[in-house]
C-alpha cells in the first residue's frame, strides 16, 4: 500500500503569508504526528493526534501555528504569518499506535520563508 | 541539558570496521526507544527498537542501559551504504518523543 505522502514538497512563502502543508498517513493508521526539523537537528515534535482529537499540541512553537485533522485521516498543518524562522522541513508519520510504535514518516514539507 | 543527546560526529570509518554510537536521555520514565536511520535529505526511517534485554537485527545491535540511562548502536562489518544520520529516539509516554540531533555516519572505502 501507499506510504505517507505530503505536499506540497517545496513551499516558498514571503514573510507574512499564510501557509497549509497537508499530510495523507497510511490508511487505517490511527495516531498522526507533526515534526518541524532544521538543517543539522532531529525532527522536534510539533503535535499529535488520535484519530481526530488532537491529543497534545505542546511542541507547536507559537499561535500562530495550527494543525487539523477533522475526519482523522488527512491532516493539515496551518502557519499563519509566516516568519523567517518558520524556515525549515515539516515532517509528518503516522503511527498504528501511540508514540511507542514505529511512525512511517512522509517525504516532509521543505518551507522557506523569504 | 537536552533531553536525548548524541555526539554529532562526523564517525568516518573504513569499510568493514565495526563502529558504535552512544545516546544519553535524561527522562528516568522513558519507555520506549528506537534508532531511526535518516539518509541526506531524506525521511527518517525505523532502523531498530531496543529492547531491555538488548537486540540484534543482522549486523545491527541495540542496547539499552536504563541505570545510566543511554541506548547503543553497534554497527559490524560497515557497508558503503550504512552512510547516514543515525537518530536516537526516545519516548516517555503516549505522545511524548524526543528526537536525538544525530550522528552522522560516513563509511570510506
Known amino acids: 500500500g501507499a506510504g505517507v505522502s505530503q505536499s506540497p514538497r517545496y513551499k516558498v512563502a514571503k514573510r507574512g503569508q499564510d501557509v497549509a502543508l497537508r499530510c495523507d498517513p497510511i490508511s487505517g493508521h490511527v495516531s498522526l504526528f507533526w515534526y518541524q526539523q532544521a538543517l543539522g537537528q532531529g525532527p522536534e515534535f510539533l503535535t499529535y493526534?488520535?484519530?481526530?482529537?488532537?491529543?497534545?499540541k505542546s511542541g507547536l512553537p507559537s499561535d500562530r501555528f495550527f494543525a487539523e485533522r477533522p475526519e482523522g485521516s488527512v491532516s493539515t498543518l496551518k502557519i499563519q504569518r509566516t516568519q523567517q524562522e518558520d524556515s525549515a522541513v515539516y515532517l509528518c508519520a503516522s503511527s498504528q499506535g501511540d508514540a511507542g510504535n514505529e511512525q512511517y514518516f512522509g517525504p516532509g514539507t521543505r518551507l522557506t520563508v523569504t | 541539558r537536552k533531553e536525548v543527546e548524541q555526539d554529532p560526529g562526523p564517525f568516518n570509518v573504513p569499510e568493514g570496521a565495526t563502529v558504535a554510537f552512544n545516546c544519553t536521555y535524561s527522562n528516568s520514565a522513558s519507555q520506549s526507544f528506537f534508532w531511526y536511520r535518516q539518509d541526506c535529505r531524506k525521511e527518517p526511517k525505523l532502523l531498530m527498537s531496543?529492547?531491555?534485554s538488548g537486540n540484534e537485527d543482522g549486523r545491527f545491535t541495540a542496547q539499552l542501559n536504563r541505570a545510566s540511562q543511554y541506548i547503543s548502536l553497534l554497527i559490524r562489518d560497515s557497508k558503503l551504504s550504512d552512510s547516514a544520520t543515525y537518530l536516537c529516539v526516545v519516548s516517555s509516554s503516549a505522545s511524548k518523543i524526543i528526537f536525538g540531533s544525530g550522528t552522522r555516519l560516513s563509511i570510506r572505502p
Open positions: 493526534f488520535q484519530n481526530e482529537a488532537q491529543l497534545d
Open positions: 531496543v529492547y531491555s
